[in-house]
Nanobody, 123 residues
Framework: QVQLVESGGGLVQPGGSLRLSCVAS???????IGWFRQAPGKEREGVSC????????YYADSVKGRFTISRDSANDTVYLQMNSLKPEDTGVYYC?????????????????WGQGTQVTVSS
């Protein structure tokens, strides 16, 4: 049974940093992980994604140069390092997982979802 557990959200001032963690368990072969976020009144959007197959990483234009996704294979953990945070980065961040090789920023391509962690960027 696949489980995804996020942690690391919180309140941070504009310009600050946070690191989110997603512990992924239960995958039997290569898998992909995506980070998504949803702000109040807005649709969920893909932020970043990666593959356990080749470590490839992709980012939404809105976070390129500020966010970095990485993976610790020994601990089955995927991180999202978020720097230079802006108020518009505020939202609930979700870790999503799926079987396969090719990651995507499209939420419908993922089968498994974590519970979400709140990120608030405010002064």
């Amino acid at each position: 049974q696949v489980q995804l557990v996020e942690s690391g959200g919180g309140l941070v001032q504009p310009g600050g940093s946070l690191r989110l963690s997603c512990v992924a368990s239960g995958f039997m072969d290569y898998y992909v992980i995506g980070w998504f976020r949803q702000a109040p009144g807005k649709e969920r959007e893909g932020v970043s994604c990666t593959s356990s197959y080749d470590g490839s990483a992709y980012y939404a234009d809105s976070v390129k140069g500020r966010f970095t996704i990485s993976r610790d294979s020994a601990n089955d953990t995927v991180y999202l390092q978020m720097n230079s945070l802006k108020p518009e980065d505020t939202g609930v961040y979700y870790c999503a997982g799926g079987d396969g090789y090719s990651p995507s920023l499209l939420d419908w391509t993922y089968d498994y979802w974590g519970q979400g962690t709140q990120v608030t960027v405010s002064s």
